[in-house]
């Protein structure tokens, strides 16, 4: 809703003013009284959707929030129905308007995290609970390197990233917000250092590590983002040591992306409801270089016999094999693209085991397509970075599936699958270049089964199926022919 918020608010004033009117021709004698009453309830709806935005984020509205937002709200009608001069009622709305909703801001951040601080207090006496062995609620446990902290972004990027833009909703935030009613997601941390996100724990150096043994044998469920940094590393090995792989989420986060035209991405903010007084985007800050992260971190888990999966653009959460080290369960993250990224996010955790399942089980397909919540060239493109994140992780029959199903969508002009699977031979022969055989043939099993389907085959033009039938004599991969 953040980023809707003035479209909310013009909206309700919009309605109120065309009920006027019409109240105002039938019933002249109650125009004063009825506009009054409009302008009221028009100020007690900015008030709720404030409540509802700050409950979503687990916040309470404080006063002085409360007192900047009803300043929002009364500048805005009293200039369209005030009784002063038209010059004053617009000097005010263009002077007066941006430092007060700047305020407006400022307060709202404040109550987030004041309730961010309120769950770290908590999350820190439900781990000195768990290690005096004193009674504890049910959490789970978020493992991470400290680096990662605002730098997992979620929605897409700008098309134009020379400038700044704004810092959008991060992983941890959206995984708080998932088990915030269910179970409170914990993580060793600074109290403070996200304005909202993850509890932390509050813990010396010295402690940390037998608080990290401590919390991960009770949790509910571990989430771990892998990446190359030492601390994490070690947590890694102690998880594998200590026969606690099988409820471990792991998450391989989703590269940042632009996306092509007509494609239309979510686009809801973390940090204000105005567009005044945001935080910043700055690449050297707020981005991490993910492949190389992910290439050292795949290294060392070989060390430990556990076989990572590839990087995908789309991201995916995953579980793995305690027994064999390999990866045991996995769907795509692409949480830029969801409409439903919260509860595609806990009903993902419920598919891959570690909460109880539901009754009613639902097809992954199915899930993601209504998680998406769009159609059309937008719902093509989704799916094609699934399909994609699949042929890399090697699983060529559902890219497969997913790539049928974006042509599906994208019809009667599916172009960004048509682009895609006619980019297949290139993207191929580039791997052999690089000498990653491993990739190019997984990407071959791929196309194999692309060029044995007769929906996405008719997408290739004569020198693409040409190309794929020379490729697959050279490589580990059987024509479909």
Sequence with gaps: MGKRFDQWVVAILIASLIALVITSYFVPSARQTLTWALGLVYVASVIVILLIVER????????LSILTFLAVAVVYPWSLLGGARWWVK??????????????????????????????DARATRLAQAVRAGEP???FALYLRPFITTDRLMVPVLPSDVSGEVHVYLDVETLLARSFRGEVPVIALGKSGDTVEGVARVTVSDRDWQETVEALARHAEFIVMVPLSRPGTMWELEWLKHSDLLNKVL??????PHTVPDGVDAPQESDDRIFEEGVRQFEASIHMLNLQNEWVEATRVAETLDLQFPPLAAVGALYTMNPTTGAVKDMVPLALSMLTDSIGYLHRSVMRLGLLPRSTTAVDFLQDFVEAVGREGRTLEYTLMRAADGYAAWGNAVTATRLARRAVEAGQ?????????????PARIEGLVEKRDM????????????????????????????????GLFEHLEVSSPN
């Design 56 to 63: 979503r984020r687990g916040a309470r509205p404080g006063a």
């Design 90 to 119: 617009a000097l005010v709305l263009s002077v007066a308007i941006h430092p007060i909703r700047f305020m407006a801001n400022a307060t709202f951040r404040a109550d987030v995290l004041r309730a961010q601080k309120r769950r």
């Design 136 to 138: 504890f609620e049910s």
């Design 250 to 255: 792991f998450i391989m986060p989703e590269t």
């Design 412 to 424: 009667p002009h599916p172009d960004i699958a048509t682009e895609y699977i006619n980019a297949l």
């Design 438 to 469: 491993s990739a190019a043939n997984r990407y071959a099993d791929f196309a194999s089964e692309a060029r044995a389907d007769s929906v996405l085959s008719a997408l290739a033009t004569n020198e693409t199926l040409r190309s794929l039938d």
